[in-house]
């Protein structure tokens, strides 16, 4: 699901035709509106150097479970560095959760309980 998501995007964002056009519009975050089945009612965003030609690479860029995507936008320096080596920068956003987060390098903790 989240690889369609982002192959979704990764294509909107690196073709020919994406919506930021170069010296038009300063590149900001996106929300993307729909990117197919979505049960958990999750939000991604993207972020497109302004100019990015085709071709370029895709970084996704996950969050700490204390964040949300748009903090780790505005205090991560993703943006920055997608400026600098000329990346575009999906951002998945999950619920944030102050309490039960996931320690993903625990191997109890990478598996899903009910």
Do not use: I
Not at 50 to 69: E, F, K
Not at 70 to 90: I, T
Request: charged letters at 15%; a positive charge.
């Amino acid at each position: 699901m989240l690889l369609v998501a982002v192959l979704t995007v990764a294509s909107f964002a690196l073709s020919p035709l994406s919506p930021v056009s170069p010296a038009s519009a300063a590149a900001t975050l996106t929300q993307v509106g729909s990117f197919g089945s979505n049960p958990g009612a999750l939000r991604m965003y993207f972020y497109v150097p302004t100019g990015l030609p085709a071709g370029r690479p895709l970084v996704v860029a996950l969050h700490g479970c204390t964040q949300s995507a748009q903090d780790y936008y505005s205090h991560s320096g993703w943006p920055k560095y997608a400026d600098l080596y000329r990346a575009a920068v999906v951002f998945p956003n999950r619920p944030r959760r102050t309490t039960r987060c996931r320690h993903h390098r625990s191997a109890r903790e990478r598996h899903r309980t009910a």
